[in-house]
């Protein structure tokens, strides 16, 4: 493995390991859902967008929305790790007046291109910012990350459809498929699969990896669009709480805090992680 690749593992452990530290700070949050995106996003931030953290509004930059908006301490402790902001800042997740809120406000915190939260609103607003760069003919890209039972919306179908219509081949998607959602499995709630499928009928080019495999995920990346004139879905199949035995693939964890004993458990478990 790459000298850079194995530096993007160990951004991911640190994503997670400073996202569950929040929860547990904060006594809230979504700790499975931070934990099963975070090599994706260590991914996006350390191989993929072109930004300048020096400069957040740089109008050249890549942009990336959080769908899945629940995630934010994920995402907040990927943008400290990309230096938009001191990792010292983190310890203010979800004060009252933080600029670090239970979900990312694109007003108050640098990196954060979308106000998300409500499911089924990131993807509509990437699909805009990928129609403006078209308009500008300017070659920033969109990305965007949901959650798989965000895909139970239908505004983001109404979307879909229209970046296929669009020829958005500027604009990913990345569904964070863990399988689970608030209360039980997305397949139990109502049912995505076949999930490649559907995406392709929509007019999309489809490409689905392990979204803990950085090797992988960093391939399909370097090869955007996967389809020439059409937006791009990536399925990563990922494991929610990925890392920590006793969250992974549990649905309580969807929406629970860590006591002091399994957050000490949890951290050791992470520092090992492969």
Not at 122 to 150: N, S
Not at 220 to 233: A, E, M, N
Request: proline share 5%; with cysteine; glycine share 8%.
């Amino acid at each position: 493995m790459q000298e850079t690749e194995i530096s993007v593992l160990e951004r991911a452990r640190r994503i997670r390991r400073r996202s569950l530290r929040m929860v547990h700070r904060a006594r809230m949050g979504h700790p499975g859902g931070d934990l099963s995106c975070a090599d994706i996003l260590a991914v996006l931030y350390f191989h993929v967008l072109r930004l300048r953290p020096e400069q957040p509004q740089d109008p050249h930059r890549d942009r990336f929305v959080l769908s899945k908006g629940h995630a934010s301490a994920a995402l907040y402790a990927a943008l400290a790790e990309r230096s938009f902001f001191p990792p010292a800042d983190l310890d203010t997740y979800m004060r009252p007046l933080s600029q670090l809120n239970g979900h990312p406000d694109r007003n108050k915190v640098p990196g954060v291109e979308a106000n998300t939260g409500p499911l089924g609103h990131g993807l509509p607003i990437a699909v805009g910012m990928a129609i403006a760069a078209k308009l500008d003919a300017a070659a920033w890209r969109t990305f965007v990350l949901t959650g798989d039972g965000e895909l139970q919306e239908g505004s983001n179908w109404e979307a879909i459809m229209a970046a296929a219509h669009m020829h958005l081949d500027n604009l990913t998607v990345v569904v964070d498929r863990n399988r689970l959602q608030q209360g039980d499995a997305t397949e139990k709630t109502i049912a995505l699969e076949p999930l490649a499928e559907r995406w392709r009928a929509f007019g999309w080019g489809v490409v689905e990896v392990d979204g803990h495999d950085v090797d992988a995920l960093i391939n399909v990346f370097d090869r955007l669009p996967v389809l020439d004139g059409r937006p791009t879905c990536v399925i990563a199949r990922t494991n929610k709480g990925r890392g920590v035995s006793f969250i992974e693939d549990r649905v309580e964890w969807h929406h629970r805090v860590p006591t002091d004993e399994e957050l000490a458990a949890a951290l050791v478990e992470l520092e090992g992680e492969e």
